[in-house]
């Protein structure tokens, strides 16, 4: 018999960065699970979105959406919360840029390009999602964030003291947030993948190749080796995770 909790069918959920990579699986395995999905991207989806509400009943909607700019974002929101009827139970703040910067070079402005998509970014979208949840009184509203494994160390093959600066920043905000939203019955949580193959990490092909080494398994995970983690977080399967994060890195991060 199937475990009831892990039944998220006809909640409504929104995905930033889901045009590709993570953000794109992880709207994916919310859709496969029986998710409307509305997607926050600056690219077209890479998926076909009119096969996929064919395949599996839902609505989904794709808006080019620059979530470092807060007008931008909040006409997004609007936009959003029209199409769907201002429903919101699952919000997957996972829009992000890495950089491969030296930490004596970087400047103001690459530095803050980083930050205004990685930590601003996925705090006002978190923001602006509780208050969607909050006025339409979701019962089992859950976000999700994305942060990184490099919130945890140094990541040896890169030079991203930045990136994992911006990181360690969402990671760090989780807690509190979810401490603030309990009372609405929103849950806070957030995901720290490892390495993981996508068009972002293709920047780097010389350090893709050795990442393998670096996990207990011996390969570097694909982007929905991540999905189901995300799907999990969204269910009421995970109700006793609040403010958790929880690391996805094949043991990178152990060994």
Known sequence: MAFKKFDISGRTALVTGGGRGIGLACALGLIEAGCNVGIFDVIENT?????????????????IVDISDPEKLDEGFKQFSKDFGGNLDICVPCAGINKNLEFLNTTYEQFDHLNSINFRGSYFTAQLAAKLMIKNKTEKGSIVFICSMGSYIAIRSQRSSAYCGTKGGVRSMVAPIAAELHKYGIRANSISPGYV????????????????SETMNGRV?????????????ASDASSYLVGEDIVVDAGVTKW
């Open 47 to 63: 998926a076909n979105i009119e096969q996929l509400q064919k395949d599996h009943g839902v609505k989904i909607v794709h808006y």
């Open 197 to 212: 193959k996508t068009a972002m990490t293709e920047c780097f092909p010389d350090l893709v190749r050795d990442w393998g």
């Open 221 to 233: 995970a694909d982007p929905e080796d991540i999905a189901g983690t995300c799907v999990f977080l």
